[in-house]
């Protein structure tokens, strides 16, 4: 198929600075999990984007001296000639896809914890960290502020050293060129503090001298938060970011555009829950006002329509993604083939997000189960092997994500036939309901991405509608068994804080409701609520809020410290609390119910285990965990058993999702694409090896 | 039964303008013809004897469409081999002399096909089978000798009719829930008989097609564009304009 015409805007060639990008497509600086210490799959992460089409494509934040050492979480860096190596590679598998490397060059100051390097960060001001507990900063003399301009400079020579093309001097997010910029940070009385020309002096010089050192190679980005949402003390569109842009604008050569600060970054990398796509065009266009240089920024933009307006209403130059990217790399390609129903649209939950806050972990995505496995494991989005077995038919048990998901890729690995069979009168399991709690709509496309690729199938075949026992699973015809059936809330009040049920705790009661009873079922609820979340993600909070909208007086309690801490790592935190504040829903911590029974609940404090509260309810919501549905696996394997089923002819039997054990729709998802990759290995139940990059000693060396 | 084209999202037609090129079309079992194999298997598994064949006028490609039906139950299958385009009338000569042939006490067809949506065949066949029919069926009763039928008319009215047996009855989707064919069933249907038998005077075809082509878009289509807010907002525009 040919690209819409329409879209013709986004493949039209751009000149930043030294460098043109071939193309409006730019992935924005996202973390991985990787830096300079996993080169092959910083390297192989990156590059798929560029195969993907993007025009250019950028490192995480990068770090230009061990005083900015994120640890536990994981950044970029450029501190030596090794990391010129690492990163080196990286430049060059972008270059051979035709795609400019970009470096985000970063000095945390007091957001940087130091805790590998053990150095001390440099801030304008001795103010400790609003973003990382316990981090204080040495507060900059001339000296410093010299010294520290000079780490930029030779940060950003060994970037060109490297074969970047694009070097930033990074402030959004509260880093330290944009905390001179901002009176909350910048409490100096000297020419580096005080007035806008004052506050703008030590950003200004240091994109001079970056500039002069590499300028004529490389094209110097910058990017800024023109909004913090702190009132005064915060960075100012009007106040201090036109006039900025203005005051730089001649030695910049892209501006890179958002908002937020650090603590609350979710403002910029808005979850779904609370922002739709282009929410910061306002600020965007208003810099393009100003600027005669290109302006890039994202919006968590997926449909080429509203990158398409964003350039033609003089908001944006160049369409910058960075979650979309990880969901479909091949985002431009597929806009470019007119493929856009084969588009894996980012659904905003955020995930990718968690693992950096987490600190460590590498990036995962609800969407994608191969972002973050192009190296390690070998995955291609978009490329499948056809199975050495593709001649078996394979039955599919339940098309809820993780079933959905390996069906999809069984079909794209050319097996014979695949039977993906659902009780229901559609796909989606626990994804039909999900999408429906309050501003999580966008999660729907996890269902309809898979529908769509299913329905095009000629080997995937969905048979709604129907509930197969164990023998009709036995004598369905098929080679290999997949038993995808999902899991469901415990209705006993089964937890992970008492490791016990809840006594008198029965969702058979009407007074005592499951998620699931009130989602899919409508069971109905009584005026007073309270939902006892020891889960700690969306479920409870989302409830309350959704029962809270109805009208009802919810009492949200947990055993945990806070109400739904995960979403800390999601972002949605901030906004979730004050939504939840607003409704007046009571957030009760650190309880946990001993007993319950109609109209009354009593709790005990978790480390005061005497002291008990009693509770006056009319309703109970049991938010307490999940359990696997594995009755029709059970009776396979242990009724059944494996070797009737291999009578049948089934030589493969395997489960997988929320039915081995419930988790993440993101890790549902995974399982389910991770045995359809392997589906024609030895074992095709246990995970083949992935490839550790790390370095292995050799002994008589070390030891000699 | 009949093996239906599928249009994809693009089409285009062959050189002489008179039909799609095969390359922009999937094949498929009519939607109404597996309501009718559905209808039939449920009509002999209540009485607890008897015989479903299914029966098709084309090339060798058809048989896919004849295994789903005989994956869904049905015992076997015969083909009238037909190379080129037939019109219905056609379809319905070669299709009377095998159902002469099996001497059935029910035929089947389905209302309608979704590629041609003639609606003629089933009529045209009773006529040369001489059988009473009963068009666009919702719902049969079969007694003993005789059917009652339910007949789906406009506006949501339904004509109970009673016809004796043997008759033709043109089948309406949504009188059964068509079922899934297992993947045994459908292995199965790999192994059960097809008999190819070879057509007799099927005459001229009675209409020739001209000229296929996608018709020009009419005028009063407004596209909205922009964001979801923007659009929804024009709607409501338009809405209120035409209220008004």
Redesign the interface.
Known sequence: ?ARDPKHDILFEPIQIGPKTMKNRFYQIPHCNGFGSEKPLNQAHFRAMKAEGGYAAVCTEYCSIHPESDDTHRVSARLWDDDDIKNLGLMCDMLHEHGALAAAELWYGGPHAPCMETRCVPRAPSQIPSDFEHLTYPKEMDKDDIREVQGFYVEAAKRAREAGFDIVYVYGSHSYLPQQFLTPYYNRRTDEYGGSFENRARFWRETIEQVRDAVGDDCAIAVRMSTDMFMGEAGTQLERDCLPFVELVDEIVDVWDINVSGISEWGEDATPSRFY???RMLPWQKAVKGVSKKPVLGVGRFTSP??MV?AINDGALDIIATCRPSISDPFLPKKIDEGRLDDIRECIGCNICISRWEIGGPPVICTQNATAGEEYRRGWHPEKFEKAANADN?V?IVGAGPAGMECARVLGERGMR?V?LVESQDDMGGIMRWIPQFPGLGEWGRVVNYRKIQIDKM?NV?F?P??RLDANGVK????EIVIVATGGYWATDGLNGCTHDTIPGADASQAWCATPEQIMVEGKAVGDKVLIVDNDGYFTGVSLAEKLAEEGKQVTLMTHLGHIAPYMHFTLEAPNMHRKLHKLKVEIVTYQIPTEMAEGKVTSAHVYDEEHLTEWGVDSVVLVTQRRSNEALYRELKDSVGIDALESEGVTGFFRIGDCVAPRLVADCIFDGHRLAREIDSDNPEVPLPFKRERHVVEREAVLA | MKQVAVLGDEVEFTEDERDVDPDYLDFALNEWDSYATEEALRLVEAAGSGEVVVVSVGDEDAEDAMRRCLAMGADRGIRVEAEAQLDPIQVARALAEVIQSESPDLVFAGVQSSDSVQAATGGALAGLLDMPSVAVVTKIELGDGKATANRELEGGLVDVVEVDTPALLTIQTGINEPRYATLRAIKQAEEKEIDVRQPGDLGEPGYRVRKMFVPPKGEGAEMLNGGAAEVAQRIKEIVQERMA
């Open positions: 198929m739709e796509s282009g329509d509203l307006e038919d039955l036939r039977h000629k075949e048979i509608n129907t004598s369905y015809g098929a």
